[in-house]
């Protein structure tokens, strides 16, 4: 790459390449510290870091060459500008910059995880043009056809610049590109890949001119990532040059302020705009926080603000965020300062008009005046007022030229909308951002519902934010607003379309916890009564109602004081599981085996589930974990699926492995899970969506929850059964008949049938640096793979492997807790059968050798001075094919137990840490290897596979398209 730049005399930073750790201290040396590393041929930055000196520098290039074949030590330039453009080349040469972005953080933050603003906002005319010409001159010397990005690093005071890199290829910020132009670039590349000249392809979105132009904004897109370090323990928040976040929100308005508030309550409905949160006590602790950035340095900005303790050239000074962003910010606060001295009665016209040209939301200006006011009586005045937000759309020519869009955003700046009012339609709520426990699953389940909608003949409305997905697509629905998901907005929205009523069950958590308000405030919503939606969410209504139909589940109590959960821990004996009301993936759900540790899960819960109840329960160990997914019409369930977790219940259903159908259920326990499945949909009234979890043990099948709304299993579900789930909810909620779809209900006993479905889940320890890489009830796995196979074995081994696991060579590391010992003797002992060497930790390897299989000592992590070999050691030099780290509760060499499974992922090892799935794992190697080679791992071609089917077998008829 640097070779192909220099012949046109194009610079990049200072680098040098290395595939060894030696070499990358030479190279260090040449350019200085503090340095840049990077890893070639990686995504999202992984591996990449600043090394300070020497020692820091050896570490991070071990880590990165496990998991990359060459690595480029470079020049570190941080605190020059970021700024990226979008570029189009087809096979004739023909070129254009489609968006420019520039990054609110300057360089040293991976674009992934900065703010970014489109289009750029701080270049002047000189700088912005001599980027663009750079930018095609490079893209036409290295011969790109369809779309690539070119990122620079610019300096904030002179004209120098750097090419950082340029990948040829849709990046993520292509996604954010597409969205906020309204230029869908991958639809062009596609074609342009095709050999079609851009001359000859048509803007999608004018339906009138072609692709070879350059898109105009008359509005600003900000983006703003979404970590959940929260949910990890251990783990470093700081940000830097290797990606974090697990999904991003764009946010549209007129001025940066309106866009860059938008957004930030975009990211989680906790935020209420650019205010403090948290505050940092010390004046030294908020300097430290802006010096090193982690995912809170805007609040912290914010707080410096707000509290007049830092000026902007302070600020400018510690982070290097250009002045133009921070004079920005500062306005947001001289409109908060004026609103504070003011009561309801005396907000002007204007001051409040001002209030939301700042973006500010009706629930944040109630809570910034003197006295005491609602949201409601801030809408209200504001309506007397004639104050309502315009519609306007992005037609990607600044409204120069007459375009035919619907795609939509709303704003309080400018004089008139662009659309007339909808007049009528359904309104489906989107999911929001992406997070660890709401991300793809919900997006599915929204597209199948509009899509289901168009097919019924109704007009769909979609609102979501979320430029990651495919419910944003313009020509998705009849109209797409482009929007925060409040009540505000969402009321804002239902009123000027004058709409029929709003769908909230396909979107996950976000629209679940607004149908309440939104139903108070007048709205109709479709399918299963919000106060029913209400009965579910709230624990306490929910376990009172389980108890009136006589539905069986563990022992429950509402929590009114520390005291009270301490007699009932008491009194039903430890474990005991605490649970907040309305949340998703299990946040703030704990597990207490003890007093102290019940005292700290408190104080945690209340934070999370302010003025919802707090529920404790008994927590069953050792008990199957069942799930029912079904559709409900009127209270009677018209679909239905049971599967079971691989995994005992304690795992979070997020980060457990499925199976359908459930493999190890006897006909009783199906029969129990039924017959609840019955009277829990009656009860609550269902119609859509319903998931209902169980825990089973001996004759006990106890129900632990219920939500009435997709669940993330829903796909999967779908996709092994072979019938849309969602299409048959979003028939059952406006009313269409199901009759011809072929539904499996809860009496179907054959489906599916000669195979079986498991989906295990994905997770990203290895860039969560320092994170645990263990298991619990609060979900953490950032994604899905699901196989199917002729056995449950096989389809779960298919399944692991999709999910980036190798299966182990010859040596494996072994160390389990004391009372599972026994229990692992068995996986033991195949393992050793089929060949592999096992390698234990004192402790195991004593019960392993008492019981008579063979195996070798390794010394535990912290014991330095031992004579055995070490196992960490052995891990680095990756000598182990797997890991198996089992700790549970009574677990004591907590540090050893977690520097091993944090060396294993590290190092890029597989890692079990649960004994399911080791038991699963062993059963699964040791039938295909020793009682029958597995079909589904020595695969057969399309066409050998279609010789054996039968017609019957089939699903579609042979020249249909599926």
Not at 108 to 134: C, F, K, W
Not at 245 to 261: A, L, N
Not at 325 to 351: A, C, M, P, Q, Y
Not at 472 to 480: F, K, V
């Amino acid at each position: 790459f640097s070779d192909r730049l220099n012949e046109i005399n194009e610079k990049i930073a200072e680098s040098y390449t290395t595939t060894t750790i030696d070499g990358a201290v030479e190279h260090a040396k040449k350019v200085g510290y503090p340095c840049m590393i990077r890893s070639a041929f990686a995504l999202g930055g992984l591996g990449s870091g600043i090394c300070k000196n020497e020692d820091h520098l050896r570490d991070m290039a071990g880590k990165a060459l496990s998991v990359s074949p060459q690595i480029l030590v470079e020049k570190s330039m941080l605190g020059w500008k970021e700024v990226e453009y979008e570029v189009v080349r087809d096979h004739l040469d023909n070129c254009v910059t489609v968006c420019n972005m520039e990054n609110f953080d300057p360089l040293g933050i991976h674009t992934g995880d900065s703010i970014v603003m489109a289009p750029s906002q701080t270049l002047s005319n000189e700088e912005y043009h001599m980027l663009r010409e750079t930018a095609i001159r490079v893209v036409r010397h290295l011969g790109i056809i369809g779309e690539c990005n070119i990122q620079y690093a610019l300096h904030p005071t002179s004209l120098e610049y750097a090419i950082i890199e340029v990948n040829p290829r849709l990046s993520r910020s292509s996604a954010l590109a597409s969205k906020a132009t309204g230029y869908p670039l991958a639809f062009v590349a596609a074609k342009l890949c095709l050999g079609m000249p851009m001359t000859e392809v048509i803007n999608q979105v004018t339906k009138k001119t072609q692709a070879a132009f350059e898109p105009s904004l008359d509005y600003i897109v900000t983006k703003i990532p979404r970590w959940d370090m929260t949910k990890f323990e251990n783990v470093s928040r700081q940000i830097g040059s290797a990606m974090k976040s697990v999904g991003e929100v764009m946010g549209i308005g007129r001025t940066m302020e309106e866009s860059m508030q938008k957004a930030m309550r975009m990211v989680d409905p906790s935020i209420a705009g650019f205010q403090p949160k948290n505050r940092y006590e010390t004046l030294s602790e908020l300097k430290e926080e802006l010096r090193v950035p982690t995912d809170r340095r805007i609040y912290a900005i914010a707080q410096a603000m707000h509290e007049k303790t830092l000026t902007v050239d302070e600020i400018h000074e510690i982070t290097k965020i250009d002045h133009w962003f921070l004079r920005r910010l500062e306005n947001i606060v001289h409109t908060w300062d004026e609103l504070e001295t003011t009561t309801l009665e005396g907000t002007s016209k204007d001051l409040m008009l001002d209030a939301k040209k700042m973006g500010y939301s009706d629930q944040q200006i109630a809570a910034i005046l003197k006295g005491e006011y609602t949201e409601d009586d801030i809408r209200n005045k504001r309506i007397g007022y004639g104050i309502t937000p315009h519609t306007k759309q992005i037609d990607t020519l600044a409204a120069e030229y007459p375009a035919a869009t619907n795609y939509l955003y709303m704003t309080y700046h400018g004089s008139e909308s662009d659309v007339p009012s909808a007049n009528g339609g359904v309104i489906v709520i989107g999911s929001g951002a992406y997070r660890i426990g709401s991300s793809i699953e919900f997006d599915w389940c929204g597209v199948s519902c509009i899509r289901t909608l168009r097919k019924l003949g109704y007009q769909s409305t979609m609102i979501n934010y979320n430029p990651e997905t495919v419910s944003t697509d313009y020509d998705e629905c009849d109209r797409l607003y482009f929007e925060e998901l409040s009540r505000e907005r969402v009321l804002d929205i239902y009123q000027q379309d004058k709409s029929d009523g709003v769908v909230v069950s396909v979107g996950g958590q976000i629209p679940n916890g607004i149908a309440l308000p939104l139903h108070d405030a007048g709205v109709k919503i479709m399918g299963t009564p919000a106060p029913m939606i209400d009965n579910a969410e709230d624990r306490n209504k929910f376990s009172a109602a389980l108890d009136e139909i006589g539905v069986q589940q563990p022992a429950w109590q509402e929590l009114t004081s520390t005291q009270s959960a301490l007699d009932f821990a008491a009194k039903v004996g430890y474990p005991v599981l605490v649970r907040p009301s309305y949340v998703l993936s299990g946040a703030a759900m704990n597990v207490a085996h003890n007093d102290k540790q019940l005292r700290y899960c408190l104080e945690e819960a209340a934070e999370v589930s302010q003025d919802k109840p707090v529920v404790i329960s008994d927590f069953i160990q050792g008990a199957v974990e069942i799930e029912m997914d079904g559709v409900g019409k009127d209270g009677e369930l018209i679909a239905a699926a049971i599967h079971e977790h691989i995994e005992n219940a304690g795992v979070h259903s997020g980060d457990a492995s499925l199976v359908l159908p459930p493999h190890t259920l006897s006909a009783y326990t199906k029969e129990r899970v039924r017959e609840a499945s019955k009277k829990i949909a009656k009860r609550l009234n269902i119609t859509g969506p319903v998931n209902i979890q169980f825990v089973a043990k001996g004759t006990d099948v106890m129900c632990i929850e219920c939500n009435v709304r997709a669940s993330r299993s829903f796909p999967f579900v779908s996709k092994t059964m072979g019938v849309d789930y969602i299409e048959a909810a979003t028939k059952a909620i406006v009313g269409a008949d199901t009759s011809d779809m072929d539904l499996p209900t809860l009496e179907t006993r054959d489906r599916p049938s000669g195979y079986v479905g498991v989906k295990a889940p994905m997770f990203s320890f290895t860039r969560l640096r320092g994170s645990d890489p263990v298991l619990g009830v609060e979900m953490s796995s950032t994604g899905e793979v699901a196989c199917f196979g002729a056995s449950t074995e096989e389809a779960f081994l298919k399944s692991l492997l999709s999910t980036g696991f190798k299966l182990p060579k010859k040596n494996i590391l072994v160390s389990v807790q004391g009372d599972l010992q026994d229990e692992f003797t068995h996986s033991a002992y195949q393992l050793h059968e089929l060949g592999y060497k096992l390698f234990a930790t004192q402790a195991t390897a004593d019960r392993l050798e008492k019981n008579q299989v063979p195996c070798t000592v390794v010394s535990y992590p912290t014991d330095e001075n031992s004579s055995l070999p070490s196992c960490t050691e052995m891990i680095k030099n990756e000598e182990f094919g797997l890991v198996i780290n089992i700790p549970t509760h009574n677990s004591k060499r907590l540090e050893d137990n977690y520097q091993m499974r944090r060396n294993a992922v590290d190092y890029g090892i597989p890692l079990l840490t649960n004994m399911n799935l080791v038991k699963m794992f062993s059963d699964a190697v040791y039938k295909h290897r020793v009682e029958e080679k597995m079909v589904g791992l020595e695969p057969k071609t399309l066409f050998e596979h279609y010789e054996e089917e039968t017609d019957s077998d089939a699903w579609t008829n042979k020249d249909e398209f599926h």
